[in-house]
């Protein structure tokens, strides 16, 4: 046949084996984002000229912030797919970018916490970005939690996804409350600066930490996803076949 | 002797039977309902407690302590609304009859609403007073919390759709509602605040209000889906 | 007409049935019949749609289930384990709500001809917490005389009812099939239905 199924992969017995040849792809891919990246950020870029070098914390935060929210979105896509055309994949890529997802929430959180110490004094101040932040590590959390309170998969995959997609609608109404409500109250002291003009070596490390956590993201979804499989599956043929065969 | 020529049921007929069983069951119940409302006070009561009896801090922290108490109150009636009629098969029932679901859903969270939202709301103003609140913002705390607390019981029915039945339901259902919850806790607790420094809470009210029609646009669908979910 | 294709149940681990064909023809019985934890209660609730089949598909008239859904519900009554009724509501009140929102005629005295019928005559007003495990089934099973469904799919209809009643709602079974109706049941005692033809189905 001339033309690839692409159908043929939404099952999860044909995708098993093509995950495990994703894999080493994207975690040789991941760290060849983050050594440069790392290398750009700590020794390329230059100090800031009003938070010297504890600014440097930044990159690792950014990418974190991003990518927790980024994650967030593509899992509520994933969910959503899974309910809508009841793929079991799709459920199970949801699934397995949660745990990832939350990680970088909490990353985004505590290494702000480290940044605004030196620049603030506190290690936490109410500000809208940290404060939306903390919600959505909660949303997370609540996701994680009715996922892990239920036993059925089947009900389990679909109950989260309906939560996964309130929680997308609700994500931008909650961000501009928060943000409306931080507008409101904030006394004159804290506003967070943004680097005016960032020079272009602090971009490039930004931008190669982002790809670096982007691919270490899908090879460690990917992971997940392959355990589940095989958890899943573990009665089936192919399975007793696969495992036996890597013994 | 199937009888031919079914009444004519509209989606208001539905809608208007569920929410008159609801309410005939609440009476017969009422014992919960009051609970509800106890909590509701003893948490407000509290905090004056905790905090010192420093009139002008309570001022301060009336708003918020009324709302946070208002969306932990209704936040732990949610348990009640479809957990009664799971257990004894009514639920099953209710999703197997010609009526469209959101319909229902929507008479139950109604119902559930007038029963452990209403009684919030009437309650408030006399709370607020133990706050010494002035009178314009008792008046915008009673009407945020007509306008707000109706998306929580909206927002809520997805929570409990989700958790029916679910071991530790009722701590988990916290965790899933709560977050969803903040931004009616701050534009309610928002309403007062402003009301009571004078710039005028119609920006705060109308965006509850908003919400409110978008929770009534959404809610219902996504509880309806929880609860088709929740049964399988 | 209900049709199955090729419907398979998973629980857990375990695959309870698979590749199930069968259909019910107006007129028709099925008696679906097998041991403990052999999905018969698994079945009717995927037939009644409110699981979903792991593989396979049911149809009405030709139509996926899923796909009509309120209109599947107006011609189905589903009778389960659970009775579904409140235990604060009086008999009449339980029938009542019931009735109405399955789109069923609610008249006073149908509601009244209908408890009667089942045997409750004067507990009408009772709240159903005082009536038996039994009477409760047969308020319950009143349901059936005053909704115009053309499908009932009973789990276990006769469980606590005396040798009266099992004996009334096996007539009112041949009734029904004698009217060109049609009945999904489990039981684990000996259906006697005069009219209309019997299938059965065993699962193991």
């Known amino acids: ?247 | 002797m199937n009888r031919a020529g079914s009444v004519d049921f509209s989606l208001w007929g539905a809608f208007r039977c569920i929410v008159a069983r609801d309410l005939t069951l609440a009476m017969r119940r009422r014992a919960d309902v009051l609970t509800t409302l106890f909590f509701f006070v003893i948490v407000v009561s509290l905090f004056p407690l905790g905090i010192g009896p420093e009139m002008a801090t309570l001022r301060i922290m009336a708003p918020g302590v009324v709302w946070v108490a208002a969306l932990l109150a209704s936040m732990l009636s949610l348990e009640r609304m479809f957990s009664a009629d799971y257990r004894d098969g009514t639920l099953e029932q209710m999703l197997l009859t010609p009526q469209p679901l959101p319909v229902l859903v929507l008479g139950k969270v109604f119902a559930h609403w007038l029963v452990s939202g209403l009684p919030l709301v009437l309650i408030a103003p006399l709370l607020g007073v133990q706050y010494d609140l002035p009178p314009e913002g008792l008046l915008i705390l009673a009407v945020s919390l007509l306008v707000g607390t109706p998306v929580l019981s909206l927002i809520g029915a997805i929570g409990a759709g989700l958790t029916l039945g679910v071991r530790g339901g009722g701590v988990l259902v916290s965790l899933l509602v709560l977050p969803l919850y903040i931004p009616v806790l701050i534009f309610g607790a928002g309403g007062v605040d402003a009301a009571m420094s004078g710039l005028g809470a119609q920006a705060h009210l109308s965006l509850l209000g908003a919400f409110l029609l978008g929770a009534l646009i959404l809610a219902p669908w996504a509880a309806g889906a929880a609860l088709r979910i929740s049964m399988e | 007409m209900l049709e199955v294709s090729n419907l398979e149940c998973v629980r857990g681990d375990r695959r309870l049935f698979a590749g199930m064909n069968f259909s019910v023809q107006p007129g028709e019985l099925l008696h679906v019949h097998g041991p403990n934890g052999s999905g018969k209660t698994s079945l009717l609730r995927m037939l009644c749609g409110l699981a979903a089949p792991a593989e396979g598909e049911i149809r009405w008239n030709g139509e996926s289930i899923r796909s009509l859904r309120e209109d599947y519900c107006k011609e189905m009554t589903y009778f389960g384990h659970l009775a579904g009724i409140k235990e604060e509501l009086t008999a009449l009140e339980n029938l009542r709500v019931a009735v109405q929102l399955a789109g069923g005629d609610s008249a006073e005295d149908g509601l009244l001809d209908a408890l009667d019928r089942m045997g409750l005559a004067g507990r009408e007003d009772l709240p159903a917490k005082v009536l038996s495990q039994g009477q409760k089934r047969r308020v319950a099973l009143a349901r059936l005389l005053l909704c115009p469904t053309r499908l009932w799919i009973l789990d276990e209809p006769f469980t606590a009812l005396d040798v009266t009643a099992v004996k009334m709602v096996q007539q009112l079974l041949s009734e029904h099939l004698h009217n060109g109706g049609m009945v999904v049941l489990t039981t684990h005692q000996e259906v006697d239905i005069p009219a209309g033809t019997v299938r059965r189905i065993h699962l193991n």
């Open chain 1, 1 to 247: 046949m001339p033309k690839i199924n692409w159908f043929k992969y939404s099952s999860p017995q044909a995708f098993y084996p093509l995950i495990g040849k994703m894999i080493p792809w994207f975690t040789v891919l991941a760290v060849a984002f983050t050594l440069p990246g790392l290398y750009f950020g700590f020794f390329v870029a230059p100090p800031d000229y009003q938070q010297g070098e504890s600014y440097r914390i930044m990159f690792i935060h950014v990418p974190a912030a991003w990518m927790s929210m980024f994650i967030y979105v593509v899992m509520a896509g994933y969910a959503g797919m899974g309910l809508v055309l009841n793929s079991r994949l799709s459920s199970m890529m949801a699934s397995a970018l949660a745990p990832t997802g939350a990680m970088f929430t909490f990353l985004a959180l505590w290494t702000g916490a480290l940044w605004g110490k030196p620049m603030w004094g506190t290690w936490w101040v109410w500000d809208a970005r940290l404060t939306s932040e903390l919600i959505l590590l909660f949303l997370y959390i609540g996701f994680l939690s009715l996922q892990a309170a239920i036993d059925e998969p089947r009900r389990a995959a679909r109950a989260s996804a309906v939560l996964a997609l309130v929680g997308v609608v609700n994500i931008p109404i909650i961000y501009f409350s928060v943000k409306w409500w931080n507008t409101l109250h904030q006394g004159a002291s804290i506003t967070v600066t943004k680097a005016p003009t960032m020079a272009a070596s602090m971009f490039t490390a930004m931008i190669l930490l982002t790809f670096a956590f982007w691919m270490y993201t899908i090879a460690v979804a990917l992971m997940r996803v392959r355990c589940e499989i095989l958890e899943r599956e573990r009665n089936s043929e192919w399975v007793a076949q696969a495992v036996g065969r890597s013994r």
